[in-house]
């Protein structure tokens, strides 16, 4: 076994080296501690692997993302949204008979039960619907408390997937006082939820094939990015052995901050500033560079692609084909490529290694759906959930699994004696 050195006061260190199957390495510093009393310190985990996954693969420095070995660009090319929740849960591209039962299943449990419709009444009608699809999930725990492991291990997880997006639609139905579409058997999973979404009872919503097809997309690139924020959240959350429901709802509150999924309302609110404010983007790249102002380019950087993230590029070829195809002039697309290619070209960016990243032309595609900016980041968890589940599921099936718990490096006050209240 390769081994590395860490040499400190003299005294010298040995530690595993480990190799993934990309050739990535890995210094093993699990028993680090335990031999030396000494920790490795890494704020935002930005260099700590939590865990070995078998799940998605990330070069950030070439642009490549795969989920199971497959590349982006030909699932995003040829594959259904099931076909990937399948292959993520799973490990292996389902055949006919398996595609098909596993989408009878999503379809027997879309329905949510006739109680949580109650809930909705409860929100005020402004409620954010991140907010209420993380509450909506967590409570799903009370109505599925435990699924029968032994007959069916992964009926949660099946009841999760088909759930959500009948949740996120209500949601939806909740914020502009219509009343609920309820979900059609014989439509696809994307067409059942733009049907959930827009259907009125007096004239039910024919899905057009293209925006069938572009949300179809838009959820496959968002399926897996294996330990970004919220998918860590979900594991910590899972490895104390919480239930489903609550680490996903963790999970859930995690991708609504603007750093993470919240970034696709914000590039939206932020494109609409510029153009209302003259269009003049080039004050926003300055505004951006300048610390100072507190403003950053929204749906730009990453924390992993540090060359293109391969998501963006597949969204932005999208955004033009479904414009171009339902002829929509969206003066917002003018706007977000006139600020791509000034920042392109600008060396702070470039030093700083910023592109456009997932958020960035993903909300020009869910407004040409007529999907509303709050629901911008419900669509991303939608999309994020098999890669959820599939985290969670590899999480407590890895035998290695303990709960998950860092440590800190403490800087605060050295021991120090109490002292009464009438004495200070
Ligand atoms: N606009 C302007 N400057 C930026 C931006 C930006 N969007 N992103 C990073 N920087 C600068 C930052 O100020 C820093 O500069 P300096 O070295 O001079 O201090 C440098 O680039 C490195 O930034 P960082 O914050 O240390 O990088 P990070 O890896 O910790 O953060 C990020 C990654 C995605 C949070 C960050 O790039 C960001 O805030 N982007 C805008 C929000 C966004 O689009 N988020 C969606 C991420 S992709 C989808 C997802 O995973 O949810």
């Not at 102002?293 to 990453?302: D, E, I, N, Q």
């Not at 969204?315 to 392109?344: F, G, Q, S, T, W």
């Amino acid at each position: 076994m390769n081994t590395a050195k860490l040499v400190l006061n003299d005294r010298e260190h040995e530690l595993p080296v480990m190799v993934g199957s990309e050739g990535e390495t890995a210094i093993d510093v699990t028993r680090l501690r335990s031999e030396s009393m000494i920790i490795t310190l890494d704020p935002g985990f930005a260099n700590t692997g939590a865990c070995r996954s078998e799940i998605t693969f990330i070069d950030g420095e070439r642009g490549i993302l795969r989920y199971r070995g497959y590349s982006i660009e030909e699932l995003a090319r040829a594959a259904q949204f099931t076909e990937v929740c399948y292959l993520l849960l799973y490990g292996a591209l389902p055949n006919r008979e398996q595609l098909d039962d596993f989408r009878e299943r999503l379809t027997y449990h879309t329905l949510i039960h006739e109680d949580m419709k109650k809930f909705f009444e409860g929100y005020p009608r402004s409620a954010h619907p991140m907010a209420i699809l993380s509450s909506m999930v967590s409570a799903l725990s009370t109505y599925y408390p435990v699924a029968n492991a032994e007959e069916d291990p992964d009926l949660n997880i099946i009841r999760l997937l088909a759930k959500a997006k009948t949740i996120a639609a209500f949601a939806y139905k909740k914020s502009i006082g219509h009343p609920f579409s309820y979900p059609i058997n014989a439509l696809s999973y994307t067409a059942n939820f733009l049907h959930m979404m827009f259907s009125v009872t007096t004239e039910p919503y024919k899905v057009p094939q293209v925006l069938d097809d572009a949300l179809n997309l838009l959820l496959v690139v968002h399926a897996d990015h294996e330990q970004n924020c919220s998918t860590s959240t979900v594991r910590l959350v899972g490895s104390s052995d919480a239930n489903l429901f609550s680490a996903v709802a963790a999970g859930i509150c995690a991708l609504w901050g603007p750093l993470h999924g919240g970034a696709n309302q914000n590039v939206i609110e932020m494109l609409k500033m510029i153009r209302s404010d003259g269009g003049d983007y080039r004050k926003y790249v300055a505004m951006a560079k300048d610390s100072e102002s507190g403003f950053r380019l929204m749906g730009f950087g990453h924390r992993v692609y540090k060359n293109f993230d391969p998501r963006a590029k597949l969204l932005k070829e999208a955004a033009d084909r479904v414009l171009r195809e339902l002829n929509i002039d969206d003066p917002l697309l003018e706007v977000a490529k006139n600020l791509e290619e000034v920042a392109l070209q600008d060396d702070f960016f470039l030093e700083r290694k910023l592109y456009p990243n997932v958020d960035f032309y993903s909300g020009i595609l869910y407004r040409a759906m007529g999907i509303p900016t709050n629901m911008f980041t419900v669509m991303f968890a939608l999309g994020r959930l098999p890669g959820w589940l599939a985290h969670w599921k590899e999480m407590r099936q890895d035998p290695d699994r303990r709960i998950g718990r860092p440590r800190q490096l403490y800087v605060g006050e050295p021991q120090r004696s109490f002292v009464a209240l009438a004495d200070r």
